[in-house]
């Protein structure tokens, strides 16, 4: 490989007599030591091509110097492998077995000789270098290594013909090595040549930045960088864990646990199946029967001796259910955003989170200029900081349940903020100068003190150097919205439907006349469903399109029992089914005793259905329901079947396919 060239100036330009040829010998300052192969001398100078070839040199595809900037690509663990991994686990399973760069522990192989760590960047790119750690809990570490590229996976190319690479000399030190010049693969493997303790990595590829299209960032979290090209998201604060959204691990859980029985996963998930309120379960593998049953999962935990399986057709999992890239208190991201996205005409953003605590401050968005300023949850509401700013969503958050955040920021300085697709607060604030990003340095999840801290679940992050409409925002959010009602209702009422109208998805106990249809405020009987579960439902057909302005809503009257959270779904046809106000969670904010206070829920805006079902997020005890339709101008403005499907923008329309999500 060629490592450098010039004329000398001195030595007669180190002119050589063939007569007088001394090889590894000096004075004793000077004299070398070692083994020798061979020898081979020519009488002419050879080309770069002619020294690589009598070398055994094949380099990798050369690639064109970085456009633009560079990114560091550390990958899901799925994308990683190796010769071997101490103890045999599967990426991403053990201490042993975590490569990611910032991840707690790394790799360590098996054996100690002729071993790799490679990566599989998904596609073939510009590649510049390699970053590399040591193991974040022992005194494991790489002291050189050697790097292969690979565009197929088979056909293998040292790096600078073999070049040995300085590597790591502690645990947690990043350690960049940059190629004399760029290559060409998808596959990269690090060979170990020198070691403290074990052969042990944690690495990641520096790549070219991709240009990013239409000026706008989608990171899907199942990695740190866009799939839309441009700069990555970097973790300077400490790494979470990449979830992957499959539904099967090999991992157990904790939950609350329904029903255990003595049986092997086919068995077991049938039992599952069979139970409306099992949200998943895990099995135990290698020969042994077990079968848990779980109502909900607090988290899974990486055992081999267990696989577990989430039932993905369900609420729960698309509402609930912790995948994604799960952050921990102090972490979060840092965006230099500004290669791809200006705010100078306007900026847009979308995440969906999951908090697990939505009580006390959790700083969503900061931006470089702003100091502590920024856009927060506090006390289960979507604010900002400093609170004086006008901007806060009337929604009360819940803990533990995904929602679509969104902002948007215009060049006048206008702030709307967005809930599941859903406005919900807008003003121009009067601070850092009106949240204008400085789109150099955004902070994502992360504050610097540990009181405003946030933790959870991020499924996805999409960044725009525009402003979207507000049917845009609706759009990209999953929300689909119903027919809005046009008319201020002139006949107002209560209205309470006849028994044969009313449906749901199971009743507790039909011979106790307590457990009946729930229809009516203080009424004798409740609707409480067989099973605690999201995926309960009680539905109201109320005979054609009717005007619904809300509802009035009590627990049962003799338990205590009573659903304190819900969310409402309307349809016109009883096949497509649309949430009302974007998936808005209702609340009700009587707790234990307070089951015979009534709570009036009133809808942001007038909706027009057919049918209506309320699905039971949050209870206390048991999910009960007694209610009146409240405001329910029944068959006042109603719409034709035919009309459905046919409005247009101002109607809010998009109902001609079922709604995404729950």
Known sequence: YLCGSGKVKTNDG???????????????DNAASGYIKSIRLWKSALQQSQMMKKCGCKLPRAAGKCSKGMITYSPKYAKYSASST???RKMGRSYNSRPRLNAQSGWVS??????????????????????SQGHSDWNYWTTTFTVKVSEDGSKWKQIECGRIFSGNKDRNTMVRNMFADPVYGRYVRLYPKTWSG?????????????KCSEARLDFQMDGFISKTGGPMLTTPWGEGRFIDPKGEYDSSISGTVLEYSH???????????KRPDCVAYTARQGGHRGCYLMGDVRQLYDNSGYKSFFMTDRTYYKLRAPYGYR?????GFDLAADSCVSSKTGFSLIMELRLERTTGWSRLLGSSSWGQKGFYVKDKKFTTYPTTTGLQCDEELKDEVFYKFGITRNSEGEVVMYLNGRECAKATPGVADHFAFDTSSIIVLHDGNHHYEAEGFIRRLMVWSKVLRQSQMAKLSGCVEGIYSKKECKKQQDFVPDAKRITFSSIRDRNQGRFGQGRGINSGGSWTPARNSVEEYYQVDFGSNTTLHGMKTQGDSGNGWGITSFIVKISYNKKTWISVECRRVFSTPWQGAGQNEIHNTVFQKPVKARYLRIYPLEWQGAPSLRMTFQNASVAVDAVTEGEVGAGGEEENGRRDKEEAGP
């Open 263 to 273: 049986v092997k996963d086919a068995r077991c998930r049938k039992k599952c199946e």
């Open 110 to 131: 098996g054996h100690y000789h002729d071993q790799y760590l490679q990566i599989d960047i998904g596609q073939n790119r510009t590649i510049s270098g390699i970053v």
């Open 198 to 210: 074990r052969p042990s990595l944690r690495a990641g590829v520096t790549l070219c930045e991709k």
């Open 327 to 331: 952050f921990f208190r102090g972490q």
């Open 86 to 88: 101490y103890g045999g």
């Open 14 to 28: 180190f002119t050589m007599n063939p007569k007088e040829v001394v090889f590894l010998r000096g004075n004793s």
